[in-house]
């Protein structure tokens, strides 16, 4: 069984210290074999925050998984988000947009939803393109059959109640179906700085809160701790109470002969 831990919109830049030692302190608890970080590391995609952020990642207990979210490409300087827009990225975090963890029962491979130009000048918008979501499959499909298959992207494939000005990824519907056909198991994100999980087409929608930053209008800050394999997982949510994280919600699901359902 896979304990992996799931953690997004961190937004360094606008950290909160005692939350960063409160979700290391209980990441240490929960020991998670491996950490998945659904974007927005930082708050402007400046180099002093992707410093910040950096060390963060350095201090994780778990190999992990990051992808980059709509804060990680530079807002104000033009000439960076149009020509360079993963520069500082790519050189202080990765400079793998695609990456790819494996388990010992478990493949998880990212996709960057975030765009350099998006529609009606909403810069906070996403998109999943169908080359994208094609070489996403492609890695997830090599894993053996037993193994769960995580897709990891940035923006919602759903949205909860109250959230419809957020706007889906842009390319969903499509995406959705490729993946429902390639028995993709779960699809994990964040944006929305909200905790939920959704049951879509028979794949299990997992969304973690944000997890270090002053920016929680909706929802203190959060993470998900989802343990399991590719017949049963679990997914419990940890919220800060204003001293320590603390059990928010345990959720169980089942996976059938056409997906996932809850337990």
């Known amino acids: 069984m896979t304990t992996l831990v799931h953690i997004s919109d961190l937004h360094f830049g606008r950290e909160v210290s005692p939350v960063i030692e409160g979700l290391l302190e209980s990441i240490a608890d929960a020991d998670p074999d491996h950490i998945i970080i659904s974007g927005d590391l930082t708050q402007r995609a400046r180099a002093g925050q992707y410093k910040k952020g950096t060390h963060f990642l350095n201090r994780l207990p778990a190999p992990y998984l990051i992808i980059p979210g709509n804060h990680d490409l530079p807002l104000f300087n033009l000439i960076k988000r149009f020509h360079r827009p993963w520069g500082n990225w790519n050189a202080f975090v990765t400079r ?112 973690a809160g944000s997890g270090v930053s002053s920016r929680t209008s909706h929802q203190a800050n959060s993470f998900n701790i989802i343990r399991g394999d590719r017949q049963r997982v679990t997914v419990d949510v940890k919220m800060w109470n204003g001293s320590i994280f603390e059990d928010a919600g345990h959720h169980a699901f089942v996976r059938r002969n056409d997906g996932w359902t809850a337990s």
């Open 96 to 207: 793998e947009m695609a990456p790819v963890l494996k388990g010992d029962d478990f493949i998880a491979a990212g996709v960057n939803t975030a765009r350099r130009w998006a529609t009606l000048l909403d810069q906070t918008r996403g998109r999943i393109n169908t080359a994208q979501t094609n070489a996403a499959i492609t890695q997830l499909q090599n894993a053996p059959d037993d193994h769960l298959r995580i897709l990891v992207a940035h923006h919602p494939f759903w949205l909860p109640e109250g959230q419809e000005r957020r706007h889906l990824v842009g390319g969903r519907d499509q995406a959705l179906a490729l993946l429902k056909q390639a028995r993709v198991d779960m699809i994990l994100g964040g944006h929305l700085h909200i905790a939920y999980q959704k049951l879509l087409n028979g794949i299990l929608v997992v969304h």
